[in-house]
């Protein structure tokens, strides 16, 4: 049912009118004399004239302005001193990623779903609570492809080249001179890379341990494919490896108490287990509540 009125509220206020609004601004010149410095200080107001589609909406409040006239003297009441941050942009999701793709003309709505894919499976990002987080790897291959290939990589070429690939199919463009502009200068790079690039280290985490194989090395976390693991910090010349358990922090696990460990499923989902399986056979995709 709220699905059903969510769609219907949609679809009739894409068809009704903006809303209008009076909008008045106070810009306040205020001068601090014992530093002789000039502040200037705005205050914004508005007045709904016409609700348009905001009728069937969230409900906007009025903000009004105590009235003054221009160049009226001020005095000073009081200082309520607030200090605010800047959020950061909230990571992608899968719907934020395909319109970030959309509004920089990359990709097709046939190709959207190979792109979403192809990042998770190689292991480039990782999906936390609907929201994309790059992996080391991913940060190492965006790092080295940006370096060498800078110009294929940026997002104009990925425009141009997906525009002039759909004049191709339209017949407006012939495919072979096209295809030998972006290969040719393509070819002659990945040459020059193969034989002069510098290798981009993956950014490991230390666990402080010595590697038990080869007593050389440090035993490392590293990111693969399949997640995370431990390796040795000489690989390639030592091969030791181990299963990386990752344990969650101030949970236990509600049948027996014991730890709480996450682990992911044949299909790449997460979900969260008791360390004592199979004695504890205690799994969930959600984490459990300690009460």
């Known amino acids: 049912q709220k699905l059903y009125e969510l769609i219907r509220s949609r679809f009739l206020q894409c ?31 508005k007045r709904m004239i016409f609700d348009g589609y905001l009728k069937l909406g969230k409900q906007v409040d009025d903000v009004f302005l105590p009235t003054v006239a221009a160049g009226e003297t001020l005095s000073l009441i009081k200082v309520d001193p607030t200090q605010k941050f800047t959020n950061p942009p909230a990571r992608y999701s899968e719907a934020g990623l395909i319109k970030e793709l959309e509004k920089r003309g990359i990709g097709r709505p046939s190709t959207y779903a190979a792109i979403i894919t192809t990042i998770q499976d190689r292991g480039y990002v990782v999906k936390e609570e609907k929201a994309f987080h790059p ?8 790092d080295f492809l940006v370096t060498n290939f800078g110009k294929v990589f940026a997002y104009e070429f990925t425009a141009k080249m997906e525009s002039d690939l759909d004049l191709i199919a339209a017949g407006k463009k012939e495919w072979v001179p096209t295809v030998r502009e972006f290969w040719e200068p393509l070819e002659a790079q990945i040459k020059k890379v193969d034989e002069s690039g510098v290798r981009v280290k993956v950014a490991v985490e230390t666990t402080g341990e010595k590697c038990p194989l080869c007593q050389a090395g440090e035993v490392v976390i590293r990111t693969g494919k399949f997640g995370k693991f431990l390796s040795c910090s000489t690989y390639p010349e030592c091969k030791y490896t181990k299963q990386y358990v990752e344990y969650v922090k101030d949970v236990v696990c509600p049948q027996d108490g014991e730890r709480v460990k996450m682990m992911k499923s044949r299909k790449g989902a997460k979900f969260y287990g008791c360390e004592n399986y199979p004695t504890c056979k205690w799994a969930a995709w959600k984490l459990p509540k300690n009460e």
């Not at 209008?20 to 914004?44: C, H, M, N, P, W």
């Not at 992996?135 to 965006?142: F, L, N, R, S």
Request: charged residues 30%; aromatic residues 6%.
């Open 15 to 45: 068809q009704m009118s903006d809303a209008r609004f009076d909008k008045t601004s106070i810009v306040v010149k205020a001068l601090r004399q014992a530093q002789g410095k000039l502040y200037e200080l705005k205050a914004d107001g």
């Open 135 to 142: 992996t080391a790897v991913g940060e190492a291959v965006v």
